[in-house]
């Protein structure tokens, strides 16, 4: 249409629409197919973390933040609906593993790199469980120090491992009584 603006020439708008419905919806679907793949992704690593009793955590060394996967809290018997701070950590630690645990995060403060390993934990009805922590130190956005790292619960594996000490040891006793004997 023809539009006239006074102390102007006569002026002309073309106004155009094009209907982009379809390339919304396909968006849309794209969205929704891109959400559920990521819900599969994390089931399916939570089903795995389940499987391996391995649970995932990190740490942000410049505000101690430490967020823990559902399977961490699993394994320390802590109800994820509380914040995770190094009181709460420190409280299921094994007494005689708390002197480590610590020398473990003072380490990791002070030198920024990688750690590895084993300490017990003691739960609220007196049993033991042993746990294997690896991280590896990365820089965030903002250039500080956050670890990402693993915790798994190896109580069965430890027990295993014992029994069969034991049964060693007992094989080389009868083996030496038997011996004596002939």
Do not use: C, N
Request: charged share 35%; no cysteine; glycine share 4%.
């Amino acid at each position: 249409y023809p539009l006239s603006f006074p102390g102007h020439a006569e002026r002309r708008v073309l106004v155009t629409f094009q209907d982009i419905t379809a390339r919304k919806q396909a968006e849309a679907a794209k969205d929704l197919r891109s959400e559920e793949e990521l819900r599969r992704s994390e089931a399916f690593l939570a089903e795995a973390q389940r499987l391996s009793q391995t649970g995932s955590f990190s740490w942000r060394m410049g505000t101690d933040q430490v967020t823990w996967s559902d399977q961490v809290y699993r394994i320390f018997d802590l109800d994820p609906a509380m914040p995770v701070t190094f009181e709460r950590i420190e409280a299921r630690i094994h007494p005689d593993d708390l002197a480590l645990f610590r020398d473990v995060a003072l380490r990791a403060r002070r030198e920024g790199s990688g750690f590895e390993f084993e300490h017990r934990l003691l739960m609220p009805d007196r049993s033991v469980k042993h746990l294997h922590v690896v991280a590896h130190a990365a820089r965030d956005r903002d250039g500080d120090t956050e670890y990402i790292g693993a915790v798994q619960d190896v109580t069965e594996r430890r027990r295993s491992e014992e029994a069969l000490d034991r049964a060693r040891s007992e094989l080389t006793r009868v083996a030496r009584v038997t011996s004596l004997g002939v």
